[in-house]
């Protein structure tokens, strides 16, 4: 069954790109477009749409501001070109987030997300994995480009929902990840996580007091249940 939505983005082109992508995949059914916050919030107080796919930054009041407004619980798909409202996306616990410009495989991820489908995009490479190679830097997807940190950069990353905050001495990095992803993917002796939302390169700790690890000016809790296994990792005399 097709779920019901509006776009709010005051980009006429933009708006038009996502109402294609909207008919082609034949899973959402577009019952509106507004150019503005106040537009769209008058229309939502006669209709209620299940899904607004929403853009931050417009003329007025912005995405949040519409957010705050709702007198219902639709679900939300953020679209915007910047990286640094994902926190506050996460604050909101809006649904998804698709960084412009996004692709029609990355928006049918989000929509079957939404829709709790969760089926995977057919894979773009050879079925046999490759082998497991130890090299000392890796490659997010951040700022709409490949960006290539070596490991021993990294001071921690941070769970942030569907996206994984990666900290670095001179930059933070958001991408679309998951921390138990990065967790697999990242393994060896340096990285440990100790607390669900956070993993952290134990070469940089600076002191640990309490339940608390400082790296480098930044406090991070430790759980419960990742105590014995820090422990364990950390040479203590």
Known sequence: MKMTCIIVEDIQIAADFLKKFCEKSDLVDVKGHFLNVADALQFLDQCKPDLIF??????????????????????????????????????????????????YRRFLESVQKVQGLDQPAPSLTAT????????????????????????????????????VKFVTPGKTYITYSTLKSMEEKLGGPSFVKVHRSYIININKIDDIRGNTIYVQ??????GKGHKEELAARLNIL
């Not at 619980?73 to 410009?101: H, W």
């Open 54 to 103: 929403l853009d931050v930054e417009m003329p007025g009041a912005n995405g949040f501001q519409l957010l705050d407004s709702l007198t219902y619980s639709p679900k939300i798909i953020l679209t915007t070109s910047k990286t640094e409202y994902a926190f506050d996306a996460f604050q909101y616990n809006v649904n998804d987030y698709l960084k412009k410009p996004f692709t």
């Open 128 to 163: 046999a994995a490759p082998p497991s190679i130890d090299i000392d830097f890796l490659f997010i997807k951040a700022d709409d480009k490949l960006v290539r940190l070596r490991k021993d950069d990294i001071l921690f990353m941070e769970s942030m929902r569907d996206y």
């Open 217 to 222: 000016g930044n406090a991070i809790p430790v």
